[in-house]
C-alpha cells in the first residue's frame, strides 16, 4: 500500500514514514498542501495522512482539492481538537481524524481500518452499472458485459469519479503510468470501445471539449 504523508513538521513525517515502512507501506512525503496537491495529481496513493494547520494551503482546502482529482482516503492528523474541526475534517470527505500528540501505534491501526473498510467498498455500483474491482466482472442492466482490462479500468475510474471531469493527461497517469505516452486520439479510441460496451449508457460518458471525459450520474 502507497502513504502520502502530508505536514509541515519533519520529526512527525519521520516518525510516520518509520513506523509505516516497518508495517510494509510505501511512503512518499509532502511538507505542505500544494506539494501534496501536485504529488496526487503524478502518483497514485491508496492512503494519504494530512495535517491541517500547514503552511500556504491547508489540509481542509487541500483535501477539497485533492476530492475533486482522485477519490482518495484521507485520516486528518492535527492538534485541533474542537468538534466543529473534525465534522469539517468528515464533512470534506475524511475518513478518520486523529488528534495530536498520537500514538503511531495507534495511529498504524487506523490505517489498517480505512484500508480494510476500502477493500470492502471496491464494488461500485451506479445506475445500473455494478462494478466488482476484485472479481473484475462488470454487470450492466443484469447482464455480465465483457471487458478488457483497459476497459475495465476505465470505467472503474469513471464509476469512482462520478460528475467529476478527469482531464485526459489525469485518465494517461490512473491507467497507464505518468511516463506512458499516448496522444489524444488513442484516449479517445479507448473511449469509444468503452462506450460501445455500455448500451443505453454509453452516453453518460460525456466529452468534455479540449479538457477530457465525465461520467454523468444524476440520482434518482
Do not use: C
Amino acid at each position: 500500500m502507497k502513504l502520502l504523508v502530508v505536514d509541515d513538521e519533519l520529526l512527525i513525517r519521520n516518525v510516520i514514514k518509520e513506523y509505516a515502512l516497518n508495517e510494509g507501506y510505501t511512503v512518499d512525503e509532502a511538507e505542505d498542501g500544494n506539494e501534496a496537491i501536485e504529488k496526487v495529481e503524478e502518483n497514485n496513493y491508496d492512503l494519504i495522512i494530512m495535517d491541517i494547520m500547514m503552511p500556504h494551503k491547508d489540509g481542509f482546502s487541500s483535501a477539497k482539492e485533492i476530492k475533486e482529482i482522485k477519490n482518495i482516503p484521507i485520516i486528518f492528523l492535527s492538534a485541533r481538537t474542537e468538534e466543529l474541526d473534525k465534522l469539517n475534517g468528515f464533512s470534506l470527505g475524511a475518513d478518520d481524524y486523529v488528534t495530536k500528540p498520537f500514538s503511531p501505534k495507534e495511529l498504524m491501526a487506523r490505517i489498517k481500518a480505512v484500508s480494510k473498510r476500502n477493500e470492502n467498498e471496491k464494488i461500485i455500483k451506479v445506475d445500473n452499472i455494478t462494478i466488482n474491482k476484485t472479481s473484475r466482472e462488470v454487470i450492466i442492466d443484469d447482464k455480465i458485459v465483457e471487458m478488457t482490462h483497459t476497459q475495465f479500468e476505465l470505467l472503474y475510474l469513471f464509476l469512482s469519479n462520478p460528475n467529476i471531469v478527469l482531464s485526459r493527461e489525469n485518465i494517461i497517469k490512473n491507467i497507464w503510468g505518468y511516463d506512458y505516452e499516448a496522444d489524444d486520439r488513442t484516449i479517445d479510441a479507448h473511449i469509444k470501445l468503452l462506450r460501445n460496451k455500455l448500451g443505453k449508457h454509453r452516453d453518460d460518458i460525456k466529452t468534455i471539449r479540449k479538457v477530457g471525459y465525465k461520467f454523468e450520474y444524476k440520482e434518482k
